[in-house]
């Protein structure tokens, strides 16, 4: 099992790299060449979420990508430093939970259980994981 770590500065310009990278890694492990753009647009949105909740959050640790490669799968996991996980309520000064984009995470959920079938989301105090799997081509039988 081989596994690539991505780990990048919670900026948007630093999404389009981590597609281009997890999209090399999939035709690499043999994921469909049909089934790349889904991948690219699925890494896109989980990352793009993660560094929104990173930024509407003030969290400055990096997002973190692991792609792995199994025998009969590809995942790839996005994960962020959020405690609680997706859609935590920004509290403000006064304890009244504030307006963070929740709708728009709600909707990047969305594109990604839409994009990809096998998708887990998780959360916890260290933050939360976005992980999903697309299967891979059946490595050809020896002569």
């Known amino acids: ?31 469909d060449e049909a089934v790349l753009d889904e991948v690219r647009l699925a890494v896109g949105e989980a990352c793009s979420r993660a560094v929104g909740l990173h930024v509407s959050h003030g969290i400055e640790a990096p997002v973190h990508v692991a792609l792995i490669e199994d025998e009969k799968k590809f995942a790839i996991e996005v994960g962020d430093e959020v405690p609680g996980g997706p859609g935590s309520p920004v509290v403000g000064s006064d304890g009244v939970p504030e307006s963070d984009g929740e709708g728009e995470d709600e909707m990047g959920l969305a594109v990604i259980s839409g994009l990809v079938d096998d998708v887990e989301v998780s959360s916890g105090e260290s933050g939360g994981l976005i992980r999903m799997s697309w299967p891979t081509a059946a490595a050809p039988a020896a002569p």
């Open 1 to 31: 099992m081989a596994t690539v770590e991505l780990r990048f500065s919670a900026l948007p310009e630093h999404v389009r790299t981590a597609r281009l990278v997890a999209a090399a890694v999939a035709r690499r492990a043999g994921v």
